[in-house]
């Protein structure tokens, strides 16, 4: 069975043919449909590379015990939330470089003077 990723990819190859066909009715709509029909089987082979190399990474990754990405991404806190589950105390460097972001001369509301 074709799957619909080949025929959607099949038909993005033969776009031009098939637009010139349908569309401006500058090339006759046999000779596109023939084009379409040529990039089935292309386009058949590069859809079934891609999924051998990425079926490759998957099952390295299941045998490593990583997580493939099957179940439901779960949500983040955001706002005051994501503060109060914050359980890691920032570190010395990160809190000299916000210190001196918020002491540069290029954060004051005001321009200088003249």
Known sequence: MIRPSVLWLAAAMA???????F????????????????AVPI????????RFVVDNYRRQAEEDGEDVGD????????GA???ASDVSAPSAASTTAAASVATSPASSATPPAP
Request: glycine share 0%; proline share 10%; charged share 10%.
């Open 81 to 83: 939330d994501a503060a």
């Open 23 to 38: 569309v401006s009715q500058t090339l006759d709509v046999p000779s596109a449909l023939l084009r379409f029909l040529i």
């Open 15 to 21: 776009a031009p043919a098939l637009w010139r066909a």
């Open 43 to 50: 386009a058949a082979v590069l859809v079934a590379m891609f």
């Open 71 to 78: 179940a439901e991404p779960t949500a983040t806190p955001v």
